[in-house]
Structures are given as structure tokens and as C-alpha cells.
């Protein structure tokens, strides 16, 4: 059973475009992410929702907006592509305890490249 | 805000040596986690370390944590091809956790 998924896996699209890149965690855990990395492989923290609320936004273009409809899903549109935003989108999920947050258990990524 | 330094980047290694990946965080953290990303996948979960000082291995793997809980390592006696990957720690603190740049390890057979 898959634990974190992600559609779709692979994203080909022009700059300008609007897509969606969706997320789903079948752990039951209560807090899902969303992470981006760049070509030199730096894992950065896009934004995170504990309980379907927004509480990691860091600083990310408003193109981005993120959703999440239950605590099982957690789904990143992004408007207007630009080439920069080429990499792969890894989302995650975990619980939190007490303000900590436990184990982080990855999706395969979506590897996004805009021509 | 809390930064997570993590030396070297790049780690290459002849099959059999031993090598060493450093994690340093400018605050103190509630706890420190380590993580493998293998070529072309996502990263995966390795260990977590809670306590100051605690010590924790992993068959070849020996995982460190500070005594003032504000750095860790990762020390990999005998390398084997498998190991190769890239290994990120990451520290805790509140809702967030901070990555390390990751130690992207090759190893010459």
C-alpha cells in the first residue's frame, strides 16, 4: 500500500501555464507538506498545514497557493509557470507531537520542468 | 530563524573507507533527524535522536547527537556501493523542520 502519493509524477509544460500537483497520505497523520528541490538538491520547506491549517508559509511566490480539503489531503496549484519554478515537488506528511514533529515520510515527487 | 549547516556537500569515497557528514544548527533543537535520498528518489527516514549526547547505530551507520543538542553526525564505517545517496539531517523545533544542505556521497569501487 502506497503510504504517500503524489500525481503526477512527471510534469512537462510551457511557461505560463497554470497546473495542479496533488497529494495524498493514507497514514493518518496530521500534518502534510510540501517541499521543493532544486537541482543542487536543497529540500526547501514550501508550506506545511497541521489539522487542514496553514502553519508553515515561508517565502513562496503567491503563484503558489496551496489546499487541503482533509488531513489526508494536501494538493499545490501554481499559477503563470515560470522557468524557475523547474524541480521536483516532494510532498510529505507526519504527526505532530507537542510542537514536534515526529518522522516525515516522503512521496516519490513530482519532477516539474517548464520550457 | 533556525539554519541547519551541514558539511561536506559532496563526499567521495573508495569502497571499504570510512567517512563522516556534520550537522550543525545555529539554536538548539528538540531533536535531529537523519534522512537518505537515493539517486532519482525521494528521501527516506533513517533515525531520530532526542536526547543530549545520545548515540545510536544502524548496523554501519553511527548516528550522534550533541551534548548541547545544537549539532549531530553520521559516521559510515566500511562504505559499500549501497550507501551511495545523498544523506540530509534535519533539526526540529516547533512546527518546522529545518534540512541540511544533504552530504551527497559516491563511492569508487
Known amino acids: 500500500d502506497t503510504a504517500v502519493s503524489q500525481t503526477p509524477k512527471y510534469l512537462v509544460t510551457q511557461m505560463g501555464n497554470d497546473k495542479s500537483i496533488k497529494c495524498e497520505q493514507n497514514?493518518?497523520?496530521?500534518?502534510m507538506y510540501w517541499y521543493k528541490q532544486d537541482s543542487k538538491k536543497f529540500l526547501k520547506i514550501m508550506f506545511s498545514?497541521?489539522?487542514?491549517?496553514?502553519?508553515i508559509n515561508e517565502t513562496v511566490p503567491n503563484r503558489f497557493s496551496p489546499k487541503s480539503p482533509d488531513k489526508a489531503h494536501l494538493n499545490l496549484h501554481i499559477n503563470s509557470l515560470e522557468l524557475g519554478d523547474s524541480a521536483v515537488y516532494f510532498c510529505?506528511?507526519?504527526?505532530?507531537?507537542?510542537?514536534?514533529?515526529?518522522?516525515?515520510?516522503f512521496g516519490p515527487g513530482t519532477r516539474l520542468l517548464v520550457l | 530563524g533556525q539554519q541547519v549547516m551541514q558539511i561536506p556537500q559532496y563526499q567521495h569515497v573508495q569502497e571499504g573507507e570510512d567517512f563522516t557528514t556534520y550537522c550543525n544548527s545555529s539554536t538548539t533543537l528538540s531533536n535531529i533527524q537523519w534522512y537518505k535520498q537515493r539517486p532519482g528518489g525521494h528521501p527516506v527516514f533513517l533515525i531520530q535522536?532526542?536526547?543530549?549526547?545520545e548515540v545510536k547505530k544502524q548496523k554501519r551507520l553511527t548516528f550522534q547527537f550533541g551534548e548541547a543538542k545544537k549539532n549531530s553526525s553520521l559516521h559510515i564505517t566500511a562504505t559499500q556501493t549501497t550507501d551511495v545517496g545523498t544523506y540530509f539531517c534535519a533539526g526540529g523545533d516547533d512546527y518546522k523542520l529545518s534540512f541540511g544542505a544533504g552530504t551527497t556521497v559516491t563511492v569508487r569501487a
Open positions: 497514514l493518518g497523520h496530521d500534518t
Open positions: 498545514y497541521n489539522n487542514k491549517e496553514l502553519i
Open positions: 535522536l532526542v536526547k543530549s549526547g
Open positions: 510529505a506528511s507526519s504527526y505532530t507531537v507537542g510542537g514536534a514533529q515526529e518522522t516525515q515520510y
